[in-house]
């Protein structure tokens, strides 16, 4: 098990390879297909983007609200291959990380070995077990889009599975090679 | 005729919506259990313990399994001796999952208009397929539908020629391109027959289905033994990363259909499988 605080060094990602479990910690932004479209429109635009994402990872997920007294409501990850078209100008700009659910695309694959970065896999649908490694959340972009609202939150040993590194492995194609018949 | 108010609807469907996103049905967890005990992977096991103590965390503390509380999908078999009193059929039902999603703090995950894109910020309106039966009961169920899974769901009119061994190939080939987007272990709804969109409708019905429970047709309940084979040999796995459990079952459901036709459609259902149903 690899422990891992954001935010992190080129050294941090080369160490990482796909199969490895990571307990991540420190801060991560959210951001899914709504908020994605905007980064993309302010960068096309040459523009500053709302958040500083050199060092970070993003984390796919639009929350349940909170209920009163909560820090956040089910938190797991979406789907990543929407964002795919949106990944490789923010690997660009320094992102180090994203964290979703299910395979990226070779353009992505690609991306996070030019940039040295890494694609992380948190369980999709156990967003009730992934609620208690989030220790504070605020939003920080774009409020009017409630769930898909970019949020900052500080995570505590947040289970991870290094899918994509940046050597240009992918363990989804290498796992479901191992196992088919 | 038997009288039924909607307001009682409204407060059915309201305990319905929130009982269906925070506790996972037993027919699941027993599968997920039988999924941990079988799956070779040793990543695709951690998988599955996250996934149960994941549906444990939620069911103490109403947590909903996941943050994609879904689409509302709403079937109702209402008796036609039954009148309805007190408003409209399908404003109770909506109302029920207005009060049910803000009350049980569960996402609104609805835009008006597909291309338009804005929130309707309740989660409404629910889809609703009602059939008319006999008697003077009203079974309400509701299936809230994630969309990774649905996202990976298709419908292919086939020809009658191509017979079931390319129903079988269609079926196992939308799962295998599928991989790990739609959350597996995944469950498999499989529609044959009818018109275009009942063959859709019999796809996503057959997901009420207890996991475990076959066709009661022998021919279609070694289809399902024998397409769930096929499915779990692809490799695919927990999430995708490899392993023996890609699908923790696979339904299928039938109609009859026009002579020169042959509709299957595949509907996929993450293993968030939720359904809750009562009888009024």
Known sequence: MIKLTTPVTNND??????????LLSGLIYTSRDAAHKRLKGLLDKGEELPIDIRGQMIYYVGPTPARPGKIIGSAGPTTSYRIDPYAPPLLAKGLKGMIGKGPRGEEVIEALKRYKAVYFVAVGGAGALIAKCIKKASIVAYPDLGPEAIRCLEVKNLPLIVANDCYGQDLFKEGVKRYRK | MRKIDTQKITEVVKRLCMEANYYLGDDIVKALKKAQRIEESPIGKEIIKQILENSQIARKEKLPICQDTGFVVVFLELGQKIN?????????INEGVRQGYRSGFLRNSIVKDPLKRENTGDNTPAVIHTEIVAGD???????PKGCGSENMSEIKMMSPSDGICRVVDFVVDRVNRSGGNPCPPIIVGVGIGGTFEKCAQLAKQALLRTVGIRNPDSFYADLEKRLL??????????MGLGGRVTALDVFVETYPCHIAGLPVAVNIQCHAARHKEAVI
């Open chain 2, 84 to 92: 309805i009193t007190g408003g409209e059929l399908y404003e109770a």
């Open chain 2, 137 to 143: 009961k009203l079974k309400i169920t509701v299936a």
């Open chain 2, 229 to 238: 084979e096929k499915i779990n040999n692809l490799g695919i796995g927990p």
């Open chain 1, 13 to 22: 990602i080369e160490k990482l390879k796909i199969g490895d479990n990571v």
